[in-house]
């Protein structure tokens, strides 16, 4: 094992490091230590055809609130190069970076990141899947009750459309945190699941939405939409037109995000410590994962439109 090169990739706020070996190389991984103001991500790793060379493209960030990418040309740092039973340590400092063009030897990634994120893809449907039963979903749990009630006698056609529309919302706002996540990244903000709620005005924002949403379930108010807006909203009863499903999915995504569960921290810890692909993958899969009982009951719709007909019985349950 040999480290060729260290240089600073123009633009990207980390290290790229070119290690050579033989025998061929299976699956490198690098580790990096320096300056403690500095913060060193898990490297992406690609081969070369024959597996003698490999490129491991590390993240780099200063330690502090803001976590900019930091500009480390000509900083010492300590490498430990590992592969399978192999190490080797050595210490480097970081070139300028290089205005040769991309090496397109190393195009391939190392196998055993490709099989990891497949596996981090099962664990982030596992993980939005067991969201559904945290207690920061049940202040929606309602919303998910009172809609399949609402359903109940109606065709299946519209149960079907109705919760797949749920589903679309929920997908949809993942992607949306995706895209969100991705982009904070790229700008070389420290990015976290649920981080929105460590900024006080987004918890009272959300609090103040919680209440008036509690209010509305006791009856104690009623915001009834103008006839032209619920035609429009497909149904005559707010919430059970499409967009209305779209919105009550979107609010359990953003309800979700400040818990965890099982899986969950794994799989973003490794999306985030990878590029954008990696991020709308994986986050894709957790959307999926919450939104597999919209899924099945639009897939089987006879289990709502099974459930007795609204009635007064409705609303006791509500308030309850």
Known sequence: LAVESVEAPPGSGGIRVVARSKPPLD???????????????APVVRLSPDGLRARLTV???????????????????????????????????????????????????????????????????????????????LPV????????MG???RELAQVRRSFLASAAGILF?????????ALLKAAGVAVGWGMQFQYPPFLVAMVAILTLFAANLWGLFEIPLP??????LGGTAPGHGPWGSFLAGAFVTLLATPCTAPFVGTAVGFALSRGASEIFAVFAAMGLGLAI????????????ASLPRPGAWMIRLRQV
Request: net charge neutral; glycine share 10%.
């Open 173 to 181: 706002s993942f992607l949306a945190l995706a895209g969100l996540a």
């Open 141 to 148: 749990l309602s919303i998910k009750l009172l809609k399949v």
């Open 227 to 232: 006839r032209i807006v619920a035609d429009r």
């Open 27 to 41: 699956s490198p991984d690098l580790f990096v230590e320096g300056p403690p103001e500095l913060r060193f991500g």
């Open 59 to 137: 993240p780099v960030s200063r330690a502090g609130a803001s976590g900019a990418p930091a500009d480390i040309a000509g900083t010492k740092l300590t490498l430990t190069l590992v592969d399978g039973a192999r190490a080797m340590e050595t210490q480097a400092v970081v070139a300028p970076p290089s205005q040769a063009p991309e090496d397109e030897a190393f195009a391939a990634p190392a196998p055993g990141q490709t099989q990891a994120l497949w596996f981090i893809l099962l664990v982030a449907v596992a993980g939005g899947l067991i969201l559904n039963l945290m207690p920061c979903v």
């Open 151 to 153: 359903h109940g006698g």
């Open 293 to 304: 009982p919209y899924l099945f009951v639009a897939a089987v719709p006879r289990l709502a």
